[in-house]
């Protein structure tokens, strides 16, 4: 199953932006995508337009030549456009172009108002982020092997990742590829106004209220995973107990080569789970690649 036809990087000529290469270069090897490297330049840089242009065009040379170097042969290429907002102009590139794929490096923490958050909160276009200070832990360039770690929480929303998942997971690839869906069992919180003299104690409560999630969460994750496996793609569940988030990032943090993958929500931004909450932690804590869609309304 063929998703994704292009692979768009968006450049600032930092190097916060260079240290997406290898990693883009790694994605679009295993997905056989061409990547097109974009700079947007403010109408006031229109008198360094060929500087600018000079410098994406000479990084997609570099990618090309270094990956015919390595027996995997990326078409890649340069484009510049003017637009006083980065996001937008990226974002309307994309469009025009059919762009089915943004590839880009944040930092570890999105601030308001950076590229990076307003792509995430408006574009209809999955986007695979890979965090700047992550880059020892997950250095795509040099590992063959990949585990897709699959949050899901029962909702049709967050099944909407499983296509693109299927679609990486039997991507080309010289390596193994790993799925593992995730459920999250979080422990009811503690009420004040828990009734006395009910048969069981508070903390027997939410025993069994746990227990009941995770026989339920068996039940769910297996009928996926069946179906999955069937694709012919090597998959296997995992249910957690504790804080959702939490119990996320540590999974993935034990987990190694691993990239995360997630459905965001059109109206809240980033997740089903309100943006400040479970997804933003996510975002922030993973020392993982993290793959987010949206899905069509």
């Known amino acids: 199953m063929e998703i994704y036809k292009n692979l768009l990087v968006p450049l600032d000529g930092s190097k916060l932006g260079e240290i997406s290469f290898p990693f883009a270069k790694e994605l679009a090897a295993k997905l056989n995508l061409p990547i097109t490297f974009l700079y947007v330049a403010p109408s006031g840089e229109r008198q360094f337009g060929q500087m600018h242009r000079a410098y994406v065009e000479w990084t997609a040379d570099t990618i090309t030549r270094q990956s015919e170097k390595e027996g995997r042969p990326i078409v890649a290429r340069g484009e510049v456009v003017v637009s006083e907002s980065a996001s937008e102009g990226i974002l309307d590139y994309a469009r025009k172009n059919k762009t089915d794929l943004i590839f880009m490096v944040t930092r570890r923490c999105l601030e308001p108002g950076s590229v990076s958050d307003s792509i995430l909160r408006t574009s209809q276009i999955p986007v695979f982020l890979v965090r700047a ?34 679609a990486i997971a039997k991507s080309r690839s010289s390596g193994t590829i790993d799925v593992i869906l995730v459920r999250v069992c979080e422990a009811p919180a503690v009420s004040s106004d828990y009734p006395e003299g009910m048969a069981v104690s508070w903390d027997e409560h939410v025993e069994q ?36 988030a939490d119990e996320i ?9 691993s990239l995360i993958a997630m459905s965001t929500h059109g109206r809240s931004g980033v997740g089903r789970w309100v943006y400040g909450s479970v997804a933003e932690k996510v975002l922030t804590g993973a020392s993982s690649p993290i793959f987010l869609v949206r899905p069509k309304e």
């Open 249 to 257: 990032v540590d999974f993935a943090a034990k987990t190694p080569a």
């Open 209 to 244: 209220e746990v227990a009941k999630c995770q026989i339920g969460s068996k039940q769910y994750l297996s009928g996926i995973e069946r179906r999955l496996s069937q694709s012919g793609i090597k998959v296997k569940q995992q249910t957690l107990v504790g804080r959702v």
């Open 133 to 166: 200070d992550s880059t020892s832990r997950v250095s795509a360039g040099k590992r063959s092997n990949l585990t897709i770690i699959v949050p899901l929480d029962g909702s049709v929303l967050a099944e909407s990742i499983l296509p693109h998942v299927e």
